[in-house]
């Protein structure tokens, strides 16, 4: 064998390097091809954690569109129906530091609030079924309208448009059904709530403790 | 015997079941009311279907199970339904919940029931049925619908009776077992048949109960062996907390370990309660729903305690009083155990179909707690724990709410049994925080679901009125087109009015396609319009008026329809939409006024015996001097002159492109008006048809000529201000 000249040398490493860009940039072009994402994971992950009440508190018409405006830097904390729950799991994704609830576009209710529609006084305008961003009025032009509760979102935009103000919020009451239990206060928020009847429900079950005293009385 | 397993964790609690159990099943005084929720059970609540002031017999339907997990309500006893409204029900919460209310008559009428005669004879779907409609739900504590349960789809092996009552206090299952043993055996026979007989029965029960372990094995041996049968074996096993769990006890009596997210009918194993066994005994056999229970009512506040049959509904302190029940020394009234019960609000509430012990403890049997302390990470709890869960950790993340983690560390698999709590030197109230962060999660997945549910019909919305916007433009579009194409046509009848060309101007204008051609023509069927005759002109007028008039009303119609629609629409674009329709009413009426005017002066005129015309049209009329042919009036002569004296003026002026345009125009309007004279000579038959008709191709042959001129010219230079002239000159 001969031995390679060093221009060989230099032109099998170059038609080598060639060889290989092409390979993979061939590779890397079918799959942006193939395995393109469509529209934007990011803003779909955002709504995915917004409360979906499509009030319109954030300025802008939706969850979605908020959703958007976040990925393109708008502020995480102008979600009041989200409230603080919803800042602090935006800020988790976005791995950004969680910032408190911006005053300016509204406060969190501390209570769940459905539309109501005093029907005797219902006109039948159809102005708070154009308003509904879910679809949860029923009704026709000059006939009664009615909320369906269970789709209604509380966002109110419905309140402000009716011309006779025959809507009101009403806070959904808790019923057995959604009642749960409240995680025990610490010794130092019972103190400071200064309510014991909290405390006795809580501890029910530490008290079987005292039990064991009274042992020989059952055997 | 067969083997026993051992279940990890567990404790065991001072027992105090003696204190109820010195006396025989004791039967309660019929209550004056009966309190009936209509939610006992987990699932939907029922549904009433009796209303105020109905008379009821006892075991009579008075609400209707609600869907498939869910159960009906049966009066108790006989009576008159005096409410239907909410009352205290024991809940944990302490709240209110809709109660059907009876009051009872004290006859104990009872509803007609039939008896099945041999239920061996009646297929599983049938027995199931029947089970359901008897309201029986699970009698052990937490009320699940007990026919759901024997509708397993997959197929069973092992059928497990649950006559383990582990928490301590309780003793009604221990009572039951005593005395009727022999119905709860049929009961299990009804069971095993509905579940097509497996291979195995099982029953398994602690051995702190030897009574009733006695009691089963003489009434087995007493029992008339069935050919179908499989055999029944009373499983006895060490006494532990809380070995009554479903899960833990499938593994004591199996060594299988039920998985994380199953049930027990995953492996092929049914779990059904004791004291339901002999409810479903009472409703196959004797045709009787579920309308009492045995509870046991115990603690040192009860001077007389003892298990009690009890009609569902009777009000707690009703059974209190058959206990000697003494309030002042019971700081805390508990329903159920004292492990995994729950402190009542008040002795208001009545005793519900998972009733099984009322606890009337004093102070001194069970002290307020000691303070929570901090947790010393000591691992007390996860030694205790009988679902292998990790207390501590699930402690943490449950005091920072970290529900992710939480569910990581399965805290779904928490039975809420307390033996945490119990071994926790610290006395932190640990399933507190477990039930707490539960409800929790479960808030947040029913919120996720409800804003899921309110994402796809917010999408649904947008999508709808995104269709509707273009729905809208698209009308709005054609609507547009059929308008201008109406306008031209009106503009060119009201121009061609007196002439007798209306017959095919019309058409030419409709096409939307204004041409240069066309516009020559009006303004040449303008100038023959004032040319006509006073009288025709006065019809001229008198059309233009009715024509306004005519659209005027239209507009306003529009413009009305507008508004009324302007209720359903409020937007910015069609806020303007409608001010530009009440611009065109506007338009209109101005037009409506002019034409009216210009009647007006007509009338002048010819009153005055002027004959010169002024309407304002002619003096606008650039009319080259080429046109005016044969101009009977010297005045117009005249004008005409002085016209085409400045025409020249200006032409001088002009470039040669503009004077070629010029050119090209006036040709334009020669052949207008040969056209013109060429249709009136077709339509009146004329011997000169053939000279117009060449006059007309010449003309068009020359404006060709113009044109192509003119396009050789107009290549370098703009052509910007050749539209503004020539609109100039024809108007």
Redo the contacts between chains.
Sequence with gaps: MTEMSSLELLLTAVIALVALATVFGVILGYAAVTFKVEGNPLAEQI?AL?????CGNCGYP???PYAQAIVDGEAINKCPPGGQATIDALANLLDVPAPELDAEHGEEAEVKSVAYIREDECIG???CI?A?????ILGA?KLMHTVIAD?C?GCDLCVEPCPVDCIDMLPIP???????????L??AQRFASNNPSHH????????????????DH?A | MSKVWDIHGGIH???????SLTGPLQTVALPKTLVLPL?QHIGA?ATPVVSVGDKVLKGQLIAAAKGFVSAPVHASSSGVVSAIEERA?P???G???PCIVIETDGLERWAEHNAAANYRNKTAAELVAIIRDAGITGLGGAGFPSAVKLQPRQSIDTLIINATECE?YITADDQLMRQRSADILIGIDILAHILGDPERVLIGIEDNKPEAQEALAKALANKPVSEHAPPIEVVEFPTKYPSGGEKQLVQILTGEEVPSGKLPADLGIVCQNIGTTHAIYRAVCHGEPLVSRITTVTGKACSTPGNFEVLIGTPVAHLLEQAGFNEALCP?L?MGG??????LPSTAVPIVKATNCLLATTA??????P??QACIRCGHCAEACPANLLPQQLYWH??SKNYERLEAHHLGDCIEC?AC??V?PS???L???Y??????I??IN??KQ??????I??????ARIEQEEKDKAAKREARKLAAEAAKAKREADAKTGAANTAADTPSASTEKSTTDLDIVQAAMARVAANKASPQDQRKRFERAIETTAARLAKAEKDLEAFTKDE????NKEQLAQREQQRASVEQARLRHQEAKNKLAALDNEQSSEQSSEQSPDQKTQPESPTDSDDEPELDRAATAIARAQKNAAQLALMTPEQKLQKQRDSLEKRLGKARTRLAQAESEGSEQLEAFAKAVSSLNEKINATNLELASLTQTSEPANKPAQQSEETR
């Design positions: 709504d917004l409360p979906q009440t499509q939706g969850c979605k305008c159809t102005k154009q509904c961003p879910v679809d949860a032009a789709e979102t808790q019923t057995v059904s959604d009642w749960h239990w409240q995680t025990p610490t010794p006795s429900n809580a501890n029910l079950i530490a008290s079987d403790r005292g039990l064991d005293d009274s042992k059952a | 609690p001072a027992e105090n079941k003696q204190q939610s609540p029900v809940h944990a919460s709240m209110q919940a301590p805390q508990v004292p492990m995994m019960g729950f402190a001194q049997e069970s002290p307020a707690p303070p929570a449950a005091q307390g709590s119990y926790c006395s932190i109230p399933v507190q925080y039930r707490a962060a539960k409800g929790e479960r808030l029913e919120e409800q804003s899921d549910r309110a994402r019909r917010f999408e649904r919305h947008q209720n359903a629409e409020l």
